[in-house]
């Protein structure tokens, strides 16, 4: 087995389907693995000759396994070249496979493997507290959990605070079952943000720097809670390894959910917190904008404002080495779709360059991606709470 | 577009027989199967999809001698026509290199044999291919039905209907006899790759 990987790619591009048809073509002799961010196992299928003889895809083997991958619409295939020895477990023909496949999507027979939907991440609605009386508080789900990062599990009762706001500690904890709570101590006393559910992460990127790291916000099980404690040292390693340009876009996307939870406290609280500059302002990205670009600030402030029925709210202040703009693997529920950033003259920015931030993205581990997305995910929520608390406000 | 397949020298060419539902695509397909077996492969593939069937097979023009030194094999496809069979068809209309359009002579179908022509036109185009370049030939089917007294539409009528703005070559057929089939195939072939020997610029 010469246990080369000679062909690489992305499902978005070459669907599956066409992968069995040029896999079949040149009647190569292989392992293709899937791998997809939503699940944790990489999906395998076993070629000979170009004609699939056996699969994986978690406990799923065969050709139940095959079916399955199909429904895999997004992540990145490697194929590796050489023989394999294993059981011949499928025997039908790989074009017979490809059209059956494809028939039981168009039935709905195979379940498509996507991102969580928003619905599904925001059960229940912030907006809406009165439904969420009846299905109880909203819970965010994150992504599939990445077990190989985890070192050790441990269980919370109900009530028993696992962090406490302002006091110094570096784990990152993920919510393997159960929920917890994120809680901002105010003068008005503790205030409920967001509940985490099952994929979520406690602490973030700040945990990996060097110096020491002050809990922003604290967490209580709701409910008994086992969370699993993951290998920090492991993701210290990979976030080293990454550019310089992407760590510090990290480091503010870490800023922006710090303050964006305090905006959401001071609202709350009929703070008035934020205020804009009142002359001079300019639009940098309008909100809904196409463009697909992205910056970071060398000097100056920049605003991000969200559009209400009763005028502009803005959300945060942007400051040097902030980054703003849009970013394919990020969507913090914030500009460029939702917000638009407003700055003043003197606003010096840097142009990101977003295909190597990409790429940098797509070279992580699945546990690395899950937590930016869940951070994402967290901003994106919480901007819907600063704006529901703005909106109650003025009413 | 086809595919070249360069460790066993093969051309692979696509086509796909399209229509309305029931109008006679998989007797088609099943009679070239059988009538033709010397050229065809061993297996044929036929999956069931609600109120139609998906059928696949490859097919070996023998006589038509190498390109190049290159074997042409044809993939011969149906494809289900309902909407909800997006994915099977998508796949079936990538890179095709040659349309059969079966029309269903009955009268009652009339309305079928028009909407399936429009919806192949939409469906090329979602592949980004137009109806006007694609290599066609249509096929009117079920003409041994007049025999059995059942109202049919003229030929002209049809062709009026399919083919005023096309004027692609066409065929009559009886799908289930076998009547028109193999006529239907050998000019959909020379269509084909005679459209593919000019884009290629192959000379043989």
């Known amino acids: 087995m010469s246990g080369k990987v000679v062909l690489t790619g992305g499902l978005k591009f070459t669907s599956l389907a066409d992968l069995f048809q040029i896999i079949g073509g040149n009647n190569s002799n292989g392992t293709l693995r899937i791998n997809s961010q939503y699940t944790p196992d990489p999906g395998i299928i076993y070629f ?10 978690g406990h799923l083997r065969g050709l139940d396994a095959i079916y399955a991958l199909f429904g895999r619409t997004e992540g990145n295939f490697e194929f590796i070249d050489g023989k394999v020895s294993v059981e011949h477990a499928i025997k039908k023909s790989r074009m017979e496979i490809v059209l059956d496949a494809l028939r039981m999507i168009d039935d709905g027979v195979i379940k498509k493997v996507e991102p969580p939907s928003t619905q599904e991440i925001l059960i229940g609605r912030p907006d809406k507290p009165e439904e969420n009386k009846k299905t109880g508080p909203s819970v965010i789900k994150g992504p599939a959990i990445d077990y190989l990062y985890i070192v050790d599990e441990e269980d919370f009762y109900d009530g028993k605070t696992i962090v406490k706001e302002g006091t110094y500690g570096k784990w990152i904890w993920i919510v393997l079952e159960g929920k917890v709570k994120i809680i901002k101590e105010t003068r008005g006393g503790p205030l409920s ?31 008994d809670v086992r969370l699993g404690l993951l290998d920090t040292q492991r993701l210290a390693n990979e976030y080293y390894t990454l550019p310089i340009e992407f760590r510090g ?14 905006r959401a406290a001071d609202l709350a609280l009929k703070k008035a917190g934020l205020s804009l500059p009142g ?14 670009d992205a910056y970071a600030i060398a000097e100056g402030k920049a605003y991000v404002i969200r559009k209400t029925p009763k005028g502009h709210l803005p959300l945060l202040e942007l400051e040097k080495e ?26 010096n920015v840097r142009k990101l360059n977003t295909a190597e931030l990409q790429a940098a993205h797509s070279g992580l581990s699945m546990a690395f991606k899950g937590m930016i997305f869940n951070v994402c995910t967290c901003i994106s929520y919480t901007t819907k709470l600063a704006f529901f608390f703005s909106q109650k406000k003025r009413t | 577009m086809a595919i070249f397949n360069a460790k066993d020298r093969i051309i692979e060419c696509k086509l796909v027989y399209y229509g309305p539902g029931r109008g006679g695509k998989t007797t088609n397909l099943e009679y070239i199967f059988k009538a033709f077996n010397k050229n065809t492969s061993a297996e044929m593939v036929s999956i069931n999809t609600m109120g139609d069937r998906t059928l696949f097979f490859d097919f070996l023009p023998i006589g038509l001698g190498k390109i190049r030194g290159c074997e042409v094999k044809i993939q011969l496809y149906t494809v289900p026509g309902q909407t909800r069979y997006r994915s099977t068809r ?114 043989r």
């Open chain 1, 249 to 262: 876009m990290l480091a503010s996307l870490d800023r922006r959910l710090k303050k964006i939870t305090d």
């Open chain 1, 322 to 347: 902030d980054f703003f703009g849009f970013l394919p693997f990020m969507d913090m529920g914030q500009e460029p779709r939702s917000a638009s950033v407003v700055a003043q003259k003197d606003l």
């Open chain 1, 193 to 223: 943000i967001l509940h985490l559910g099952e994929g979520c992460y406690i602490g973030t990127f700040s945990s990996l720097l060097f110096h020491d790291y002050e809990r922003s916000a604290s967490v209580k099980a709701v409910g």
């Open chain 1, 48 to 57: 000979l000759e170009g004609n699939p003889v056996n699969a994986s895809d």
């Open chain 1, 279 to 292: 002359k001079g302002l300019e639009v940098v990205v309008q909100s809904g904008s196409k463009k697909e």
């Open chain 2, 90 to 203: 998508k796949m079936v209309l990538k890179g095709v290199d040659g349309v059969v359009f079966v029309a269903d002579s009955l009268e009652v179908r009339r309305k079928a044999n028009i909407l399936s022509l429009r919806d192949l036109a939409d469906n090329l185009k979602d592949e980004g291919k137009n109806i006007f370049q694609v290599p066609l030939v249509l096929q009117y089917n079920k003409r041994d039905l007049a025999e059995q007294g059942i109202p049919l539409l003229p030929v002209e009528i049809i062709d009026l209907d399919l083919n005023s703005k096309l004027k692609a070559p066409y065929f009559s057929a009886s799908a289930l006899k076998g009547q028109g089939v193999g006529a239907t195939l050998k000019h959909a072939l020379l269509v084909t790759l005679r459209q593919l020997q000019k884009e290629l610029q192959w000379t």
